[in-house]
Each structure stands twice: as C-alpha cells, then as structure tokens.
C-alpha cells in the first residue's frame, strides 16, 4: 500500500470498526450537551441512543469545530513518521474546518518541506462524506498515488449525493433551517420535508412532502433520478439515521428492491453527534454516487 495517510472528521459518520476496516484516520469534533464537554468520537464515550434521547427530553447542545492546535498534534506525528496525508474535511458550508485544517498544513509545510499535505473540502457530510473515504480508501488499495487521490475527489467530490428528510422539524427549526412558521405549519400538517446538500455544500429544503411513506418513496425516486445509471447503479449506498432505524431499514430495504445492481447491501449508520446536535432524531439521510450537484 502507498505510504501516505488518509484523514478526515469524525463527521463523516462511519463507524470506529468501519474507519480501521478502511485504514482511514479521523480527529474529531466536539460537542456540549447542557454544559458539558464531550468528544464526537463516533458514541465511543456516550451511545447514540442515549445522546438522543437527551435531546428529545430537551437537552440542550452546542458544537465545536477542530482548531488549529489540534490539527497541529493530530497531524505532526503522521509527518515525522514519514508519511504523506490527504485530510478531507466537512463541507466548508456548514463548517469553518477547512479554514483550521489549512491553516495548520501551512504551519507543517514549513516545518516537513519533503511532506505532502493536501487539504480536500468535501462539500460533503455524514456518511456520504464516509462514502467518499471508503472510495478514496479503495483507490489506494488499487495503488493510485497521493496526487491521483488528490486530483480525483476534487473533481468528483460534487458527484456524491445527499437526499434526507426528517420527522420532527424541531431542531431544524431551532437552528433556523427551517423557519418557525414554516415549522409549525409543517409540524401540524404531517409534512416531511426532502432536503439536499447543493453544489456549496449547503442544505437546502427542497420540497414539502406529507406523510412519512410519501416521503420514504420520494428519496428512493430521487435516488433513481440522480444515481450513476439510474436503476441500474451498480455503486455503495449508505444511510445514516438518528434515533430512527426502523424508518431507515423501510428505506434501505425499498433501496434494495428498486436497485437489484448495488454493491452489497445498503450500509446503515448513525448520524453523529455533531450533526445530529443540529438534526435532533428522526432524521434519515441517503448517499450514492450520482449526477454532479450544479445548485
């Protein structure tokens, strides 16, 4: 295997056993839940369903990026070891990670001038952002060098689609996603919106959908849309959930149904708590390799 590393955030939301399955390194994130600190360490130190069901008895969280510091000590031992690193990161629209990560690259470019560091903005989140890894991972064990890495999910990263809804706006009303009285209204009306991450990185409310299973058949139409090959497809899919799998295993199982080609069965994981600090439960969010994000 080619000697250089691959990192990212431990937003992209795969599981501990997942990202050493992989040999991907990650650094994380960190959150308060009503004041205190913890480590969004892929539930390693509170399990997801317990993060959960704080939140939904009306805990309240805050999250934190990585800084500049911590890049720094996560980074450095990689270099003196002799190793190259390509860190990608959480999308720049809805973090200001990269601008941390970049920062401490400039700092190490200094200090390793024979060291590669490249800094990749995913534009990507959870585990659509782990789906990314887990292809750059398969690109090293095929034996594509630091630079062809590099060069590819630059070009492609857009290309990773991200389709996801939720059942309780609660959160996405308190983090202004979702506005108040569009909240309420949808709250009362049994409305899911259908949300997408655009070509910035951002999540966009897309389209406002009644009743749970309309909105499970929406996703899955989108998936035939969007994805390489429509029916067809042939790639990974991978869903994270919040504190909702039955809704997720509905999901993955019409998935599975509709796309007889996929690469194993659909990866199911949980949302993690840096994210899901802004979700809240009831979120379900579905990835595949698809048509490029333009918008």
């Given at each position: 295997?080619?000697?250089?590393?691959?990192?990212?955030c431990?937003t992209?939301?795969?599981?501990?056993?997942?990202?050493?399955?992989?040999?991907?390194?990650?650094?994380?994130?960190?959150?308060?839940?009503?004041?205190?600190?913890?480590?969004?360490?892929?539930?390693?130190?509170?399990?997801?369903?317990?993060?959960?069901?704080?939140?939904?008895?009306?805990?309240?969280?805050?999250?934190?990026?990585?800084n500049?510091?911590?890049?720094?000590?996560?980074?450095?031992?990689?270099?003196?070891?002799?190793?190259?690193?390509l860190?990608?990161?959480?999308?720049?629209?809805i973090s200001?990670?990269?601008n941390?990560?970049?920062?401490?690259?400039?700092?190490?470019?200094d200090?390793?001038?024979?060291?590669?560091?490249?800094?990749?903005?995913?534009?990507?989140?959870?585990?659509?952002?782990?789906?990314?890894?887990?292809?750059?991972?398969?690109?090293?064990?095929?034996?594509?060098?630091?630079?062809?890495?590099?060069?590819?999910v630059?070009?492609?990263?857009?290309?990773?689609?991200?389709?996801?809804?939720?059942?309780?706006?609660?959160?996405?009303?308190?983090?202004?996603?979702?506005?108040?009285?569009?909240?309420?209204?949808?709250?009362?009306?049994?409305?899911?919106?259908l949300?997408?991450?655009?070509?910035?990185?951002?999540?966009?409310?897309?389209?406002?959908?009644r009743?749970?299973?309309k909105?499970?058949?929406?996703?899955?139409?989108?998936?035939?849309?969007?994805?390489?090959?429509?029916?067809?497809?042939?790639?990974?899919?991978?869903?994270?959930?919040?504190?909702?799998?039955d809704?997720?295993?509905?999901?993955?199982?019409?998935?599975?149904?509709?796309?007889p080609?996929?690469?194993?069965?659909?990866?199911?994981n949980?949302?993690?708590?840096?994210?899901?600090?802004?979700t809240g439960?009831?979120?379900?969010?579905?990835?595949?390799?698809?048509?490029?994000?333009?918008?």
């Open positions: 295997m080619s000697n250089y590393v691959l990192s990212c431990s992209a939301d795969l599981s501990k056993e997942h990202f050493e399955e992989i040999d991907v390194r990650y650094i994380c994130f960190h959150y308060q839940l009503d004041g205190v600190d913890y480590m969004d360490d892929l539930g390693q130190s509170m399990d997801f369903d317990e993060f959960y069901a704080k939140m939904a008895d009306g805990a309240d969280t805050k999250t934190s990026q990585i500049v510091d911590e890049f720094l000590e996560y980074f450095r031992p990689m270099l003196k070891s002799g190793q190259d690193i860190h990608v990161t959480l999308s720049s629209g200001g990670v990269l941390s990560a970049n920062a401490a690259a400039e700092v190490l470019r200090e390793f001038p024979d060291r590669k560091i490249y800094i990749v903005d995913s534009l990507g989140a959870s585990s659509g952002y782990g789906l990314i890894m887990q292809t750059l991972s398969e690109m090293r064990e095929a034996g594509k060098s630091i630079d062809e890495v590099y060069e590819w630059n070009e492609h990263r857009l290309n990773m689609n991200h389709w996801f809804f939720s059942m309780d706006l609660t959160f996405y009303i308190k983090g202004g996603r979702v506005s108040k009285t569009s909240g309420t209204i949808g709250q009362f009306l049994n409305i899911c919106p949300l997408n991450m655009d070509n910035l990185g951002r999540l966009i409310p897309r389209y406002k959908i009743t749970k299973k909105v499970f058949k929406a996703t899955v139409d989108k998936m035939e849309e969007m994805a390489d090959d429509g029916l067809d497809y042939s790639g990974k899919c991978y869903i994270s959930q919040s504190a909702c799998m809704d997720a295993k509905e999901v993955a199982r019409q998935i599975e149904e509709r796309f080609k996929l690469d194993g069965k659909v990866v199911i949980s949302i993690g708590t840096t994210i899901g600090s802004h439960p009831g979120t379900v969010a579905v990835f595949f390799w698809g048509k490029k994000r333009v918008d």
